[in-house]
């Protein structure tokens, strides 16, 4: 068997155009899925039931759903209906999907600081929602950062999954150009090393900033 590297040369302006495309999808989908996961998180541990029940309800059911189905289901449906397209569907799919995700790391965090330290808010005479937000959160938030920010390395590796709903992204590149040039060897190993360098930086990033935000007990 012999090997042609040269189709990475060749096409490099279709790999940047779908390496930009990825990162700007999952930042897109980052940034919507921080203010559904944290008020999903909130919600789910609230004094109020019903808004409890909600949003437990939305957690479950998008962590029961195979990410492919939603994206497949919001295209298809939702999008058409809203007239959406493939791009924005594939964000919103991937904001909603990993905003179920952040909204467990939230709960975690929330629930991770000491219990006494809301009592002793509300005996001084702070409401529920001053305890949260003068208390409680400013310390969630130093015990949840590093995993949030692990989310974004996820959701980039869960992006590839946008090329079925015809998202050019960096994989349907790696698609095309497969069909076109049956180097498929050259191609995905090259589309692999662009996805490590990419995820491997940000790990990178993410360990800095769990050694800063590191919360010591």
């Known amino acids: 068997m012999t090997y042609d590297w040269s189709v990475i ?23 919507l899925s921080i203010p559904i996961g944290i008020l999903a998180g909130l919600l789910r541990v ?28 919001i295209y298809f449906v939702m999008g058409k209906v809203l007239k959406l397209g493939e791009y924005w569907s594939a964000v919103i ?3 909603f999907f990993s905003g179920a995700f952040i ?34 959160l400013p ?6 950062l590093p995993p949030m920010a692990s989310q974004f390395i996820i959701l980039i590796k869960d992006s590839s999954l946008v090329s079925t709903i015809s998202v050019i992204d960096l994989t349907l590149v790696g698609k095309n150009l497969v069909a076109t040039t049956f180097r498929s060897l050259e191609v995905w190993t090259f589309i692999a ?4 360098v990419i995820t491997f930086s940000l790990s990178q990033l993410i360990g800095y900033l769990e050694r800063k935000y590191r919360v010591v007990e």
């Open 9 to 31: 040369p060749e096409n490099l302006d279709l790999f940047l155009e779908g390496i930009w495309l990825t990162l700007e999808i999952s930042l897109f989908s980052l940034v």
């Open 46 to 73: 609230s004094n109020k039931k019903g808004l409890s029940l909600l949003a437990s309800a939305y957690v479950e059911f998008i962590r029961g759903v195979p990410l492919l189905v939603l994206l497949i289901w």
């Open 93 to 95: 799919g991937l904001a």
């Open 103 to 136: 909204a467990e790391i939230v709960r975690a965090g929330i629930q991770a600081v000491p219990r006494g330290q809301m009592e002793a808010a509300r005996s001084s005479g702070m409401s529920y929602l001053q305890a949260m937000k003068l208390i409680i």
């Open 139 to 144: 310390q969630a938030f130093r015990r949840v």
């Open 193 to 196: 090393l662009i996805y490590f």
